[in-house]
């Protein structure tokens, strides 16, 4: 079993960064890969980024590719999504997910979700 709490969402103008964080309960942390999703007003959840359980594999979803990077630290039980160059079509509610295996950019995959956090950009 695994909680997990995000953290660091705001309001922040378009061109501003913010570096969401996601707290995770449990010692078998290390073994889950980690994700990313964002839901926006009328609009389904979708793939943001992942990152492997060991932490050095990584994928993005083309619309944040040179401008998120996600992170973790299996030793602080915590994952991170720094996101940089923010623009207002990034607002949504950002979720993290875990999932024993890597790979997949479907939510239905993930077992473990966060109650999420809110960014806002404005313009």
């Not at 889950?32 to 964002?38: D, K, L, N, Q, V």
């Not at 990584?58 to 992170?71: C, E, H, L, N, Q």
């Given at each position: 079993?695994?909680?997990?709490?995000?953290?660091?969402?705001?309001?922040?103008?378009?061109?501003?960064?913010?570096?969401?964080?996601?707290?995770?309960?449990?010692?078998?942390?290390?073994?889950?890969?980690?994700?990313?999703?964002?839901?926006?007003?009328?609009?389904?959840?979708?793939?943001?980024a992942s990152i492997s359980s060991s932490g050095r594999i990584t994928s993005y979803a083309d619309f944040v590719k040179?401008?998120?990077?996600?992170?973790?630290?299996?030793?602080?039980?915590?994952?991170?999504?720094?996101?940089?160059?923010l623009k207002p079509e990034d607002t949504a509610l950002y979720y993290c997910a875990a999932d024993a295996e890597y790979?997949?950019?479907?939510?239905?995959?993930?077992?473990?979700?966060?109650?999420?956090?809110?960014?806002?950009?404005?313009?």
């Amino acid at each position: 079993q695994v909680q997990l709490v995000e953290s660091g969402g705001g309001l922040v103008q378009a061109g501003g960064s913010l570096r969401l964080s996601c707290a995770a309960s449990g010692r078998t942390f290390s073994t889950y890969a980690m994700a990313w999703f964002r839901q926006a007003p009328g609009k389904e959840r979708e793939f943001v980024a992942s990152i492997s359980s060991s932490g050095r594999i990584t994928s993005y979803a083309d619309f944040v590719k040179g401008r998120f990077t996600i992170s973790r630290d299996n030793a602080k039980n915590t994952v991170y999504l720094q996101m940089n160059s923010l623009k207002p079509e990034d607002t949504a509610l950002y979720y993290c997910a875990a999932d024993a295996e890597y790979g997949a950019r479907t939510f239905a995959n993930y077992v473990y979700w966060g109650q999420g956090t809110q960014v806002t950009v404005s313009s």
